[in-house]
Each structure stands twice: as C-alpha cells, then as structure tokens.
T-cell receptor, first 111, second 114 residues
Framework: GQSLEQPSEVTAVEGAIVQINCTYQ??????LSWYQQHDGGAPTFLSY????GLEETGRFSSFLSRSDSYGYLLLQELQMKDSASYFC????????????FGTGTRLLVSP | SQTIHQWPATLVQPVGSPLSLECTVE??????LYWYRQAAGRGLQLLFY??????ISSEVPQNLSASRPQDRQFILSSKKLLLSDSGFYLC?????????????FGEGSWLTVV
C-alpha cells in the first residue's frame, strides 16, 4: 500500500527553525509535495520535489531522498502565522494528479 | 487566472437526507477534478476524481456519488446521508496530465450530519 507518516505535532517559538519529517512506504511515488492548511481553511500548495535534493522557496525549503523514502519541510524565521497543519503528499503518475496525503503535522508557533 | 468555488460553505443535514455539493472552476479548460474528504483533525482522503465530462472514478466504496455534467462543474451527492458522512469536503482541480503534484483546492464545505 501507500502511506506517508508525519509527526502529529511540532511546537516552536517565533524566529526559530523547525523541520517536519515525512517518511513514506511505496515505490510508486514520483515526487513529494507539501501543503499548508490553516484551521478551517483549505490546503494550499507550498513546494514540490521531483528529484532528490533541496528546493528553496523563501523561508520554506523542502528536501527529498527517494532512496531513503524520506523528505522534510524546513521552515525558517518562524512567524505566528505559520501555525497551521502541514501535509506531505506523494504523487502517483496515473495519468492525472493522484496525490496520497500524509497524516499531517500540526505546527504551533508561540511568542 | 484560475479560480475554484464550491458551495455551500456549511450545512447541517439530518441522517437519511440527500446531499448536493457543487464546485466550479474558472479560467481553465479540461481540468482534472477531485473530491476529497477530511474528518476532523485528520488527513485528506480522495473520494472521486474525473478526467473529463461524464468520466468519474471512485476511490472508496461509500454512499456518495459524483457527477461532472459540464467541463468545469463537479457535483458530490448522496441520496441518504449517514452520521459517518460528516466532515470537511474539498473540491480540487489540476491541469490535464502531470503537473508536479500541484492541485488547487476550493474553500471547502463543512457537513455535519445529525
């Protein structure tokens, strides 16, 4: 089957750096993406790793190691508004964007 | 630019009543369309996807159904709701074919079955 595991909750303070890990169990994923979801809102796309390595987008970076079936999202210079749930998602190339979402990590940023 | 809208935003329905959630996409043609469900504090579960008008695929057995009567319209329905149908329903779209794991979600619909 296909599954992606994440820590359920991570806490940090403003200005800090936090890493949210994602490990997956499948050989069929062609890439890993990350989505952010604030309470009561819809998920929004953050980043995508098609290949191994680090992708940087402003304060957010994402890393993928396909040989280790592992990825992470790195958030720097944390702000209160970063408090949200973060989901990794593996893509299955079935002719359309079939994404399998991870269990989700709730990030709590405190002053 | 592309936009996606779904409605209603919230609804409270009694057990056994019907359901209809509607979603429309603007600014693109022939999108892939999806319905996801999210139980409280949980991840996202893909319910249905569609690659074209009248083409619907179901991911999980349930008492829900989906239809795509027009290119950019996607409808989620049920004839008789169950308590377990409560949750946050999200419509989403992506461009045709492969686009780097990027799908775009609508605002979501909160369904409470009582």
């Amino acid at each position: 089957g296909q599954s992606l595991e994440q820590p359920s909750e991570v806490t940090a303070v403003e200005g800090a750096i936090v890493q949210i890990n994602c490990t997956y169990q499948t050989s069929g994923f062609y890439g890993l993406s990350w989505y952010q979801q604030h309470d009561g809102g819809a998920p929004t796309f953050l980043s995508y790793n098609a290949l191994d390595g680090l992708e940087e987008t402003g304060r957010f970076s994402s890393f993928l190691s396909r040989s280790d079936s592992y990825g992470y999202l790195l958030l720097q210079e944390l702000q209160m508004k970063d408090s949200a749930s973060y989901f990794c998602a593996g893509g299955l190339n079935t002719g359309f964007q079939k994404l399998v979402f991870g269990t989700g990590t709730r990030l709590l940023v405190s002053p | 630019s592309q936009t996606i809208h779904q409605w209603p935003a919230t609804l409270v329905q009694p057990v056994g009543s019907p359901l209809s959630l509607e979603c429309t996409v603007e600014g693109t043609s022939n999108p892939n369309l999806y319905w996801y469900r999210q139980a409280a504090g949980r991840g996202l579960q893909l319910l249905f996807y569609s690659v074209g008008i009248g083409q619907i695929s179901s991911e999980v057995p349930q008492n829900l159904s989906a239809s795509r009567p027009q290119d950019r319209q996607f409808i989620l329905s049920s004839k008789k709701l169950l308590l377990s149908d409560s949750g946050f329903y999200l419509c989403a779209w992506s461009t045709t074919g492969f686009s780097g794991n990027t799908i775009y979600f609508g605002e979501g619909s909160w369904l409470t079955v009582v």
